[in-house]
């Protein structure tokens, strides 16, 4: 399906209806008690920082989990269901060491929630589900200074490189 035919029916649905929007996965992942070794999977089993909590792993280390997680809140009647991509960023991987992972999450909690819709949209061919990229912030500020000393200094800066004083290189 294109860019501009899901865009239309979007809107055409918006016409008949309100949409709904899915639910905290966050919540959904901690309810299954998922232990160290289920987060590290077996591509991460030496890594050396703890992964428990890095939800956004279970993409590549649990996608079944993620997936079902997604028909859940499809079959509850959820029409977009946002990806499992919330800290798939630079700035929140490098806390667990994994800041070169972001596109390789980004994409594969994309694939989980389409294999979710396609499931659901078989099971119920009259459905039409969307899946929505999500982010969330990141671990680092950029609205207010990292330095009293220093009222530029961010800890985070987009759109231009900076210097350790916060002023953008030349």
């Known amino acids: 399906m294109t860019v501009a035919h899901t865009n239309s029916s979007i809107e055409q649905l918006l ?3 309100i949409l709904i929007l899915d639910g905290a ?3 959904m992942i901690q309810q299954r008690k998922l232990d160290e070794a289920a987060f590290r999977g077996e591509r991460f ?3 050396k920082k703890d992964l428990k909590g890095h939800n956004d792993l279970l993409n590549i280390t649990q996608p079944a989990v993620i997936e079902e997680i997604h028909r859940q809140y499809l079959e509850a009647g959820a029409d977009i269901i946002e990806t499992n991509t919330f800290n798939s960023q630079t700035i929140s991987l490098a806390d667990y060491g994994m800041d ?3 596109y390789e999450l980004s994409k594969a909690g994309a694939e989980c929630a389409k294999r979710a819709v ?3 949209q078989r099971a119920q061919p009259e459905r039409r589900c969307f899946v929505a ?3 969330g912030p990141t671990t680092k500020t950029s609205s207010i200074s990292t330095d009293v000393n220093n009222p530029a200094a961010r800890g985070a800066i987009f759109g231009s490189r ?3 004083s916060g002023q953008p290189h030349s």
């Open 15 to 17: 016409h008949e209806r």
């Open 25 to 27: 996965m966050g919540t």
């Open 45 to 47: 089993k030496d890594w």
């Open 100 to 102: 070169t992972l972001g």
């Open 118 to 120: 396609a499931a659901v």
């Open 133 to 135: 990229g999500a982010i």
């Open 162 to 164: 900076c210097d350790h």
